[in-house]
T-cell receptor
């Protein structure tokens, strides 16, 4: 049972455009929702994260929107650049039990064309 | 801050030999570290959770006698792949838990078993 569903699987955006990646979760006990960026051959890097007490968090060009009632959260990349081309993973975890294990989505391959 | 290193970055070994991968948190202490495996174009698969000073907790289907994990200090966890076979070839990534739920990932280790 996949607990975090991520879409789309791949995304092509023109430079300067907005990239939007969506995730949906099932476990209402999740209380931490990070996004990771991964370049080929590298480990994932924490991009931005949100907790369910806020509906939006912005850091530079990256924004997380969170909808607790719909159990969905999304990553928006404004003014997308070719250097943003990477695989993006959403994840979720719950505090306390199971040592804060992350449950990952399947990833989105983002290509930003120049 | 929050830097995690892995060593080696790449290793090639013969079938039947054992390989040790080190994961270090460089600027913070991590009571919990995680080991993941990633196949090409796929998401991260959690193998085990490593807690300092205690036995690792393995995910279902992961052979604990094949993938030995030791978390001897608050900054070091090791994964030893014993009697490696070609099917063990993969990208192995560790992460270290910082404050609350946050996980910081290492750069990964590419294992190739001939």
């Amino acid at each position: 049972q996949q607990q975090v569903k991520q879409s789309p699987q791949s995304l092509i955006v023109q430079k300067g455009g907005i990239s939007i990646i969506n995730c949906a979760y099932e476990n209402t006990a999740f209380d931490y929702f990070p996004w990771y960026q991964q370049f080929p051959g590298k480990g994932p890097a924490l991009l931005i994260a949100i907790r369910p007490d806020v509906s939006e968090k912005k850091e530079g060009r990256f924004t997380i929107s969170f909808n607790k009632s719909a159990k969905q959260f999304s990553l928006h990349i404004m003014d997308s650049q070719p250097g943003d081309s990477a695989t993006y993973f959403c994840a979720a975890s719950k505090s306390g039990g199971s040592n804060y294990k992350l449950t990952f989505g399947k990833g989105t391959l983002l290509t930003v064309n120049p | 801050g929050a830097v995690v290193s892995q060593h080696p970055s790449r290793v090639i070994c013969k079938s039947g030999t054992s390989v040790k991968i080190e994961c270090r948190s460089l600027d913070f202490q991590a009571t919990t570290m995680f080991w993941y495996r990633q196949f090409p174009k796929q998401s991260l698969m959690l193998m085990a959770t490593s807690n300092e000073g205690s036995k690792a907790t393995y995910e279902q289907g992961v052979e604990k006698d094949k993938f030995l994990i030791n978390h001897a200090s608050l900054t070091l966890s090791t994964l030893t792949v014993t009697s490696a076979h070609p099917e063990d070839s993969s990208f192995y990534i560790c992460s270290a838990r910082g404050g609350r739920n946050t996980q910081y990932f290492g750069p990964g280790t590419r294992l190739t078993v001939l």
